[in-house]
């Protein structure tokens, strides 16, 4: 291993796996079968991962002198000479509007698809991050990379790797983030790098380069990555960093490198619009609910629940905000960042949205769940029906138990929510510990107390998990419509909705009631207005 002061640790040489020696075999045979005189490169990011101790499935083959679906014909010729079946292949043309500016071959062998693509050099025009593509020579194609650590060869024909930038390897060894040509023509040929760049960084724990980061915070930068940049890509590599394993430290730079109005756009109608410091006090929410996930023991959650949890934090302190559509309705400028500022799927904007609401109704319960008792919970905004109704069963049952009102209240919250019961659980806490402050108060003054607010969730978990709500969601009716129409003697409409209610918080308050115990408290319910009337 060969390690640099700051301790990232390289692999000598790149070792190369069974199978990854079967494909690169057929490769090379193909050439000698073909008689060509053409050097294959394995380039960019499985070199990169190779050499720090990573196993990569992502590979990329550069070819010197012919286009990727030429070579994809050649290896099917060859392979066919042996008797060898293509598990699939495809060529996926150039499309610049999608981002896509090269041909590109694709092969699936030995269960693994495999890209061909010719080296290149790229010139971009002033107004457009669509390059005008020719062939390039191995040096040119390692020069137009994103980052250095990105523009490291494995050539196949020789077994040896090539650095052809003379600062790929060492940048890996250092751990630095560094563009091969200045940083500045580099972003502004092409400004999704720099959050490429940032992608990377965070990945890896790598450091960004001190002039890299002066020239990414430029003000024509930051205007060329918000004009000339698709908000789907934007949106790609946002969720592939929130995704990986150094969430904190991508928000960090985009909010110190003051990218952050330009990659979640605000529209112009947002109210109230946000504070200059909100991309710090995103980050501190974002951080503190990344320190509370990665707790052994603290709750269990999927990649796709961590995923949305983050983006939860990150935009808690927007969860008020709103804007004007086209139609002048008000709506949460949480949904205008992920439909439109970032393109993502609107099923990802409607679970945070609602994480956000559950958020403010958990917040109203949380002192209650720890001390497993109803009584401080008489006067809420969002359950003024479902508190009615408990009133009426408890008026009736002067035994019901102490914790039948805040498992109902409870219940149906989490029946809302469903599985992400939790991730709201953990929001609702973020803000009991800033509850009052306000919004655009100093991080440094955000103190969360994580430790604290640990043990708070591990007991209100515990409370809620004890009162039989985890899955609740699952839990059906005791009494469905049909018989609802029946007893109440209804056609349809309203009234069937607010007998539904009713008797969900019956069966939320009696765990243990049978169907026909909650078919005759609403007959006796039935009666009793029947009477008043």
Avoid at 1 to 23: A, D, G, Y
Wanted: glycine share 6%; aromatic share 8%.
């Amino acid at each position: 291993m060969r390690s640099s002061q700051n301790s990232v640790e390289l692999k000598e040489k790149i070792e190369i796996t069974e199978k990854e020696r079967e494909i690169f075999d057929r490769l090379l045979g193909t050439l000698r079968f073909c008689n060509l005189d053409t050097q294959l490169r394995v380039a960019g990011g499985w070199v990169r991962d190779k050499l720090l101790g990573r196993e990569c499935d992502d590979i990329d083959i550069a070819i010197d002198n012919m286009y990727g679906s030429e070579f994809l014909d050649k290896l099917k010729e060859y392979l066919a000479s042996r008797g060898e079946q293509v598990q699939g292949d495809t060529v996926i043309e150039r499309n610049p509007d999608q981002s896509k500016h090269l041909e590109t071959a694709k092969m699936r062998i030995y269960n693994q698809w495999i890209d061909f693509v010719n080296l290149r050099s790229e010139e971009y025009t002033e107004n457009s991050r669509i390059p005008t593509m020719k062939f390039g020579t191995p040096k040119e194609d390692a020069y137009r990379r994103d980052l250095t650590i990105n523009s490291l060869f494995y050539n196949i024909n020789t077994g040896s790797i090539e650095d052809l930038t003379e600062r790929g390897i060492d940048d890996l060894e250092s751990g630095r983030i560094v563009t091969p040509l200045p940083a500045k023509a580099t972003f502004l040929d092409d400004p999704l790098r720099v959050l490429r760049a940032i992608r990377f960084g965070a990945r890896f724990g790598f450091t960004l380069d001190e002039e890299l980061k002066q020239d990414a915070s430029s003000e024509e930068v930051r205007v060329a990555l918000g004009e000339k940049i698709s908000r789907e890509r934007i949106g790609n590599e946002i969720d592939l960093m929130i995704s990986g394993n150094g969430p904190v430290s991508a928000v960090t730079y985009i909010s110190d490198l003051k990218l952050f109005g330009v990659v979640f756009a605000f529209p112009s109608s947002s109210e109230p619009a946000p504070s200059e410091n909100c991309g710090s006090i995103c980050k501190a929410f974002l951080e503190a609910i990344w320190s509370l996930i990665q707790t052994p023991g603290l709750g269990k959650f999927s990649g796709e629940q961590r995923r949305l949890a983050l983006y939860a934090a990150l935009f808690l302190p927007f969860r008020k905000t709103v804007y004007k559509d086209n139609k002048g309705k008000m709506i949460p400028v949480v949904n205008h960042i992920f439909k439109f500022s970032m393109k993502r799927k609107t099923s990802d904007a409607e679970t945070v949205i609602n994480i956000h609401r559950t958020t403010e109704k958990f917040l109203s319960l949380i002192h209650s769940l720890q001390l497993k008792s109803g009584a401080q919970v008489d006067n809420l905004d969002w359950a003024t029906d479902i508190l009615e109704h408990w009133k009426s069963i408890s008026a009736d049952d002067p035994e019901i138990p102490e914790t039948s009102k805040i498992r109902a209240l409870t219940g149906f919250l989490l029946r809302d929510i469903k599985d992400f019961w939790r991730v709201a659980l953990l929001t609702s806490l973020l803000l009991s510990k800033v509850d009052g402050m306000k919004e655009d108060q100093e991080t440094e003054q955000l103190d969360f107390q994580l430790d604290k607010l640990r043990e708070r969730y591990l007991t209100i978990e515990g409370t809620i998990c004890e009162l039989g709500l985890d899955s609740i969601w699952d839990v059906n009716p005791l009494v469905n419509g049909r018989v609802i129409m029946e007893i109440a003697e209804l056609k349809g409409g309203y009234h069937i909705r607010e007998w539904q209610q009713k008797l969900l918080t019956w069966q939320l308050a009696y765990p243990n009631g049978s169907t026909d115990e909650c078919k005759d408290w609403m007959r006796k319910v039935k009666a009793k207005r029947q009477r008043t009337e």
